[in-house]
């Protein structure tokens, strides 16, 4: 299958063909990083990226003409348990400064030349309370990835994802554990301003939810512990895959979203970049198990995609060393 408009159940994302990077054009930007005006790997991970980039995009010297943010947005019936110290009204306030241009996603977004996009998921109806039942239903979580699927521009060069949700830390905590294991105190963290009694909150929460959903799937694990824009990121992801466009994951909540596609088919990631190392003590644990080093470590933990955008300035440096810099031979040296 090659769709994804046309999966009708979560298992059948299981069917998709899955396109892989061009290994020839990737060898051949190798090539190219050893004759550059350089000593061979003095510009560390740049080089690796470049490399990633032409794989992905299928050329030799790629650019980035196109880049696309998306910031998917959804509110949690968890937050009935009181895990979250603010209101779930938050959610929709920072949709709404998101479209005004206010945040700090809108700012970082500009500077790295990304076109900015919001897609707000039936805020007014949260999830269910994952403690009591699924957070989504198939079909609902169905909706929500194809939503994220149809938000990609498949004429970017390269999409950043960010999400915003009062209760998501504490979705993310029950998706990672879910999927990779260990104790729920392991994957929970401060979120929005959560205090040692709020972490500890999270944690039992996160326990219940995890002894009343056992044995799941996956992919089934997306639906019962996870939110609308966790399941749009997915979509997101999986529709970037199959255009061959390649995603920057923000934090730990994008990262986390993507926990259930990885324990499905590891390879689904393959496409994938993490932008930088969340303050959230849960994001190394899941970079360490999804293999995924992040480009920066600056300390932040406010998702909406921030992280994301500052690691896209980044690639766009290591193709411009990469595109323009002279070669040994066009430099007259040597």
Known sequence: MTDLSTCKTLNDLLTLALPDADTEVAEAARTRQSQLTKPPGSLGRLEDLAVFMAG???????????????????????????????????????????E???????????????????????????????????????AECLAA??????????RADVIILGEMGIGNSTVSAALACAIFGGPPEDWVGRGTGSDAEGKALKARVVAEGLARHAGLAPLAVLAALGGREQAAICGAVIAARLARIPVILDGYIC??????????????????????????????????????????????????GTGAALALGVLRGALACHNDMKTFAEAGIG
Not at 108 to 125: F, K, N, T
Not at 145 to 154: E, I, K, Q, S, T
């Open 255 to 304: 990262t986390a979203a993507v926990a259930p596609l990885h324990g499905a088919n590891p390879s689904f990631l393959d496409h994938c970049l993490v932008a930088h190392m969340s303050a959230e003590p849960g994001h190394a644990r899941i970079c360490a198990q999804i293999g995924k080093t992040p480009l920066l470590d600056l300390g932040m933990a406010l998702g909406e």
């Open 56 to 98: 992905w995009r299928g050329t030799e010297r790629p650019r980035i003409d196109r880049a696309q943010a998306l910031v998917f947005a959804g509110n949690h019936g968890i937050c009935a348990q009181g895990v979250n110290p603010f209101p779930q009204a938050v959610t929709a306030l920072m949709v709404a400064n998101f």
């Open 145 to 154: 990835l194809h939503r994220g699927a149809a938000a990609v521009d498949p």
């Open 100 to 138: 005004a241009g206010g945040a700090a996603i809108n700012q970082l977004s500009r500077v790295a030349g990304a076109e900015l996009g919001v897609v707000a998921l039936d805020l007014d109806h949260p999830t269910q309370d994952f403690t009591q039942g699924p957070a989504l239903s198939e």
